[in-house]
Nanobody
């Protein structure tokens, strides 16, 4: 099992950048596929980005492609999300998720482990 703790959220102006970090406790985190999801008020949780456990292949939602970058550091048990050129519509609570081995990377029900979330607010 793993426990996930997000950090790095906050208030930023449109066009700015933030870096979210997800720290994982537990063994063998390098064998987990990890992802970021987000949920805005009144909306369903949506996929943002994922990184595959075996080859670090990355996946992105169309809405963030070219602006966000997911990365991992297996030595530190962390997964980061670098967010650039932020827009109002990026405002949401951002959640880190992980699942052992392969999974349906874009689906929330593909992940067994979740963090508590960190708020990102983009002001125009």
């Amino acid at each position: 099992q793993v426990q996930l703790v997000e950090s790095g959220g906050g208030l930023v102006q449109a066009g700015g950048s933030l870096r979210l970090s997800c720290a994982a406790s537990g063994r063998f985190f390098s064998t987990y596929t990890s992802a970021w999801f987000r949920q805005a008020p009144g909306k369903e949780r949506e996929f943002v980005a994922a990184i595959w456990w075996r080859d670090d292949n990355t996946y992105y939602a169309d809405s963030v492609k070219g602006r966000f970058t997911i990365s991992r550091d297996n030595a530190k048990n962390t997964v980061d999300l670098q967010m650039n050129s932020l827009k109002d519509e990026d405002t949401a609570v951002y959640y880190c998720a992980a699942d052992r081995g392969g999974t349906s990377v874009r689906q929330p029900n593909g992940y067994d482990y979740w963090g508590q979330g960190t708020q990102v607010t983009v002001s125009s």
